[in-house]
C-alpha cells in the first residue's frame, strides 16, 4: 500500500495515511520500548476504504 498506492486486497486507490504520533500515557500510532515509555518508534499505518 506505501509504494503503490493501491490496496493488496481489493485494488482500490482508496487509501488514507495516518501518520504515527506520540500521545498522553503512550497512546498514539507508536511502539513504546524502555522503562519510561517516552522512548519508542512512530508507526505510520495505511488503511483502505473500501
Same mark, same amino acid.
Given at each position: 500500500?506505501?509504494? @503503490?498506492?493501491?490496496?493488496?486486497?481489493? /485494488?482500490?486507490? /482508496?487509501?488514507?495515511?495516518?501518520?504515527?504520533?506520540?500521545?498522553?500515557?503512550?497512546?498514539?500510532? /507508536?511502539? @513504546?520500548?524502555?522503562?519510561?515509555?517516552? /522512548?519508542?518508534?512512530?508507526?505510520?499505518?495505511?488503511?483502505?476504504?473500501?
Amino acid at each position: 500500500m506505501k509504494n @503503490t498506492k493501491t490496496c493488496f486486497k481489493c /485494488n482500490s486507490r /482508496n487509501i488514507i495515511k495516518i501518520p504515527g504520533k506520540f500521545g498522553a500515557y503512550c497512546s498514539g500510532n /507508536n511502539i @513504546t520500548w524502555g522503562i519510561s515509555g517516552f /522512548n519508542g518508534v512512530k508507526v505510520t499505518r495505511y488503511l483502505c476504504c473500501e
